[in-house]
């Protein structure tokens, strides 16, 4: 995308209450989406999506009318920790069966090199 192409990109995503700096970091996006292979597309939307439900999710209300920073943070992790769930569990149903087999017996077997007991870590 050249320049005159972020430019327009900028203008046209615009709503009249983002700085210029906004909207030059959100035609910078859309580049790297663009960019991105037509493959990947999807994983790469579910990723957005579940990005964008951890950081605007309402915390759950406490009991508290004044939730302590605590309380917020706690929230917060268990948030992250929902999305990387969900991520994680859209990997494994969308994985490929045979590049996930090798990558665990490359995995186990570079552990098992690196052993200070003799056992292995895994048989």
Known sequence: MSEQELSRVSN???????????????????????????????????????????VTMKPVRSQASNPTPETLEANRLAQ?????KELTRLWIEEGDEQEQTETWEYLRQVLDEDRLSNRPLFS
Not at 13 to 26: I, R
Not at 80 to 84: D, F, G, I, R, Y
């Open 12 to 54: 046209t995503t615009s709503t009249g209450k983002d700085s210029p700096q906004d909207d030059h970091l959100l035609a910078k996006l859309i580049l790297e989406i663009q960019q991105t292979p037509e493959e990947y597309l999807p994983n790469l939307l579910q990723i957005v999506r579940l990005f964008r439900e951890s």
């Open 80 to 84: 992250q920790h929902k999305a990387l």
